[in-house]
């Protein structure tokens, strides 16, 4: 079973590679791809180029097996439509191995605005990252699952909820301090900050 966690990732942090963590730790994932997007449909453009943000989650990844970046968005024209990076991975693997996409709550609560969200339930499962107690939004309830291993018997298709430890970590507030002469540090893996001081990304 493969997870994949797509974001700009401007920069990379905490809370990403944590909550990211529990759910490979809790689906047995062989596999987290973590994916900087291009040109993201449902944001403004990134503040540091794709070479650097490849750079950022490449030296956040490095220190875990099961995490391995992904730069198929980055080489393609267009927009970012994790249904494209779908239909590129199944043509890699086949139609039968589980895929799970991995989505934060407030991500999830906007997915009906994605590009073709049935077409992407008929390729993958989602898996929504949760604060402990956070009541699910209504969405495709008809989905929802109870048991993880669920995901582990189809391709695609069920929608799980995952309670992940909170990490209110904004990559907005590390650009805002970075710019103010403020440390981030212990907001993101020592060598993403490494590198943001050896390339002087996020100046004033």
């Known amino acids: 079973m493969l997870g994949i966690l797509g974001g ?12 990211a963590l529990e759910v490979c730790e809790a689906l047995g994932l062989e596999q987290l ?22 750079a950022l989650v ?26 494209l990076t779908l239909e590129s991975l199944r043509a890699e693997l086949g139609p ?11 991500a999830f609560a906007e997915f009906d605005t994605w590009h073709r969200p049935e077409a992407v339930l008929r390729q993958a499962h989602v898996v929504v990252m949760t604060r402990p107690g956070a009541a699910p939004p209504p969405l495709h309830p008809d ?25 209110d970590i904004s990559a907005t507030a590390i650009r805002r301090g970075l710019r103010a002469g403020r440390s ?16 002087g990304l996020y100046p004033a």
């Open 8 to 19: 700009t990732f401007d920069p990379i942090h905490y809370g990403h590679l944590r909550p």
């Open 33 to 54: 791809r973590l994916t900087p997007l291009k040109d993201p449909p449902h944001r403004g453009a990134p503040h540091c180029t794709p070479e650097q943000r490849l």
């Open 58 to 83: 490449q030296a956040a990844a490095a220190a875990e097996p099961r995490f391995v970046v992904d730069d198929r968005e980055l080489r393609r024209a267009g927009k970012s439509y994790t249904l």
């Open 96 to 106: 039968d191995t589980p895929i799970c996409v991995l989505l934060g709550a407030d």
């Open 143 to 167: 989905r929802y699952v109870t048991e993880p291993a669920a995901l582990g018997r189809r391709a695609g298709g069920c929608i799980w909820f995952h309670d992940v430890t909170p990490l």
């Open 184 to 199: 981030p540090r212990f907001l993101l893996p020592e060598p993403v900050l490494d590198l943001i001081r050896q390339q």
